[in-house]
């Protein structure tokens, strides 16, 4: 009986492995066949730039999207939708703090008349403060009666008249807009209304002032409130009725830093006005 032995292994130079290097086979060992896997990356973005080494374009559509297109392939992503904001009805005009405090003023003397109780009138008078626009008023004083005559807020932007180391004046004819502003850093104002274009069943005025008198002229049977008008240092007059029992009528407010405001008629004396 004839002992098996291992197969003689014989050294041969395969043509699979790189040059030069000797592997070893055994014979009548059965090699497979060598395959490739072929893996295709044309297609895949990243960022701008395809992974065959080729920049992508993007390439509109009818259809609201875009394509991005690379190596021959291109991946379809649709474009977000705009966003449309619903268009709303506009809340109003917005109000001043004139009207605020004019409106505050009626509800202090609802309590007086006993018409509202203290609780009522600190409720209310948070929604007076804190309202922007004209119907935020209605709410706190729907309820009470309107025993003055309602003139409404003028609009439009105001006429600015600025000073600023010296006196401003407006004496004589002149026309007076609905709205007025006054800037003044130092020095004297004075506005006359006497003899000026009123226009304007309603003239609004906003003082900015900053060291200095001022004087404001209005002509007889004129009224002006100054509820909504902040003193510093200097005190605040006016010798014209408050009530709007008719035009013209003015709405005086803003602030004053050194120096008093006085609201008056002029007086002629000796032939001279004053």
Same mark, same amino acid.
Not at 1 to 24: K, L
Not at 89 to 103: F, H, L, T, V
Not at 116 to 134: C, G, K, M, P
């Given at each position: 009986?004839?002992?098996?032995?291992?197969?003689?292994?014989?050294?041969?130079?395969?043509?699979?492995?790189?040059?030069?290097?000797?592997?070893?086979a055994t014979v009548g060992a059965v090699r497979p066949h060598p395959c490739r896997v072929r893996v295709s990356l044309a297609g895949l973005?990243? &960022? @701008?730039?395809?992974?065959?080494? /080729? #920049?992508?374009? *993007? %390439?509109?559509?009818?259809?609201? $999207?875009?394509?991005? =297109?690379?190596? &021959? @392939?291109?991946?379809?992503?649709? /474009? #977000?939708?705009? *966003? %449309?904001?619903?268009?709303?009805? $506009?809340?109003?005009? =917005?109000?001043?703090?004139?009207?605020?405090?004019?409106?505050?003023?009626?509800?202090?003397?609802?309590?007086?008349?006993? $018409?509202?109780?203290?609780?009522?009138?600190?409720?209310?008078?948070?929604?007076?403060?804190?309202?922007?626009?004209?119907?935020?008023?209605?709410?706190?004083?729907?309820?009470?009666?309107?025993?003055?005559?309602?003139?409404?807020?003028?609009?439009?932007?105001?006429?600015?008249?600025?000073?600023?180391?010296?006196?401003?004046?407006?004496?004589?004819?002149?026309?007076?807009?609905?709205?007025?502003?006054?800037?003044?850093?130092?020095?004297?104002?004075?506005?006359?209304?006497?003899?000026?274009?009123?226009?304007?069943?309603?003239?609004?005025?906003?003082?900015?002032?900053?060291?200095?008198?001022?004087?404001?002229?209005?002509?007889?049977?004129?009224?002006?409130?100054?509820?909504?008008?902040?003193?510093?240092?200097?005190?605040?007059?006016?010798?014209?009725?408050?009530?709007?029992?008719?035009?013209?009528?003015?709405?005086?407010?803003?602030?004053?830093?050194?120096?008093?405001?006085?609201?008056?008629?002029?007086?002629?004396?000796?032939?001279?006005?004053?």
């Open positions: 009986m004839i002992p098996r032995v291992p197969a003689p292994v014989i050294a041969a130079a395969t043509s699979s492995g790189p040059r030069g290097v000797i592997t070893v973005v990243i &960022g @701008s730039q395809a992974t065959d080494g /080729r #920049p992508s374009t *993007r %390439v509109p559509t009818p259809d609201g $999207r875009y394509a991005a =297109r690379m190596s &021959g @392939s291109s991946i379809w992503r649709p /474009r #977000p939708p705009a *966003r %449309v904001e619903p268009a709303g009805p $506009r809340p109003g005009i =917005r109000i001043s703090d004139a009207d605020r405090e004019r409106a505050a003023v009626r509800l202090q003397r609802a309590v007086g008349e006993g $018409r509202i109780t203290f609780s009522e009138l600190e409720e209310r008078l948070e929604v007076v403060y804190a309202a922007r626009f004209a119907a935020d008023l209605v709410p706190p004083l729907e309820d009470l009666p309107d025993d003055e005559p309602v003139l409404s807020t003028p609009v439009g932007p105001p006429l600015v008249l600025r000073a600023g180391v010296g006196s401003l004046r407006r004496t004589g004819r002149w026309e007076v807009p609905a709205r007025l502003r006054v800037q003044s850093t130092m020095g004297a104002v004075l506005l006359d209304f006497t003899e000026a274009e009123l226009t304007h069943p309603v003239v609004e005025i906003e003082l900015e002032l900053g060291a200095g008198a001022a004087r404001l002229f209005v002509p007889a049977g004129a009224t002006a409130d100054l509820d909504g008008l902040v003193a510093g240092l200097g005190m605040v007059r006016s010798r014209v009725p408050v009530a709007p029992a008719h035009a013209p009528h003015f709405r005086i407010y803003g602030r004053s830093g050194i120096g008093s405001v006085v609201v008056r008629r002029r007086y002629r004396i000796a032939g001279h006005l004053v």
